[in-house]
């Protein structure tokens, strides 16, 4: 361990972060994509707590997307679950079009569902390849492309947002990172750093905002294995500068503010929020 990473400060116990709630959204409808559990499921929350109604996607954890959806009821808004496979084109077009049916339309969708499949890449499937390519990529592209359709068919409502419509691209670090023993993720997540910036191109004319966003490692059960022992936790804190792990509502804060008017002039960015992750902290001992 570095003198670096002894610093004080790092002993001193995490205060959880702060939740913003200034109805920044109120009157907008959020679609969240694996809204069930970890990122999505505080995203989901932080957006009804902002005043957006909110459908919570999920693939197969009906009951984790019941009690964000019970949680959401509890802000006043409308809010439910709605099962789909978003790599599955059908599913992923009725998911929209029933949203507008039950809310009228829809001005957010953080295309959020994402998972891993590691292996070492001589020893991966491909079937475990095209897994995490449907659902982390292409699941991306179909949400996006839905939602993008009905935000050109609405256009601008002055009184609701700025824009015609958000998208909030899930990404990770890994859009940027190399990450030897997860090809498929890394792969995928460099493909939506470019979907997002080819979409936010091509839309950003129809006042439509893509953007994403990058986490670094937050406590969620897609990465259980790298904080749960003491030592799995030591290992990676030696990754981050900031000196602690992510937590969900780190990013469900940038997901608030992101899909808010506040940021009305970003257009095709990603959002690193990541504890200074890719600071490349290996250099600040060495190089
Ligand atoms: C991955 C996590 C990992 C983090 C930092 C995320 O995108 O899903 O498993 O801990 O990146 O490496």
New binding site residues.
């Given amino acids: 361990m570095s003198e670096r990473r002894r610093s004080p400060v790092h002993t001193v116990p995490d205060r959880p972060p702060p939740v913003y709630a200034p109805e920044l959204l109120k009157g907008q409808k959020a679609l969240v994509t694996g809204g069930n559990s970890g990122i999505g499921k505080a995203t989901a929350i932080a957006l009804g707590r902002s005043g957006a109604d909110v459908v919570v996607n999920y693939v197969s954890d009906r009951p984790g997307a019941e009690a964000v959806v019970k949680e959401i009821e509890g802000f006043g808004v409308r809010t439910y679950a709605h099962q789909a496979d978003v790599s599955q084109e059908d599913q992923v077009i009725d998911m929209v079009s029933a949203m507008i049916d039950r809310l009228g339309t829809i001005d957010i969708m953080v295309a959020n569902a994402g998972l891993?499949r590691d292996a070492p890449t001589v020893e991966m499937t491909l079937k475990d390849w095209n897994k995490v390519i449907e659902v982390n990529l292409t699941g991306q592209f179909l949400c996006a492309r839905e939602a993008i359709k009905e935000f050109q068919r609405r256009g601008v409502v002055p009184e609701v947002s700025r824009a015609a419509g958000k998208v909030i691209c899930m990404s990770?670090?890994?859009q940027m990172?190399p990450?030897a023993g997860h090809v498929n993720?890394a792969a995928s997540?460099g493909g939506v750093a470019m979907l997002m910036e080819t979409l936010a191109q091509e839309f950003a004319p129809q006042r439509i905002r893509v953007n994403a966003i990058a986490?670094?490692?937050?406590r969620t059960p897609?990465?259980r294995p790298?904080w749960e022992t003491p030592e799995a936790r030591e290992k990676?804190l030696e990754?981050i500068p900031y000196g602690r792990i992510g937590d969900p509502q780190d990013i469900a804060n940038a997901a608030v503010v992101l899909a808010s008017d506040l940021c009305d002039y970003v257009v095709g960015t990603t959002f690193y929020v990541d504890g200074g992750?890719t600071l490349f902290p290996g250099f600040a001992t060495g190089g």
């Fill in positions: 891993q990770s670090v890994h990172i990450w993720y997540k986490p670094g490692a937050i897609i990465n790298a990676l990754l992750m």
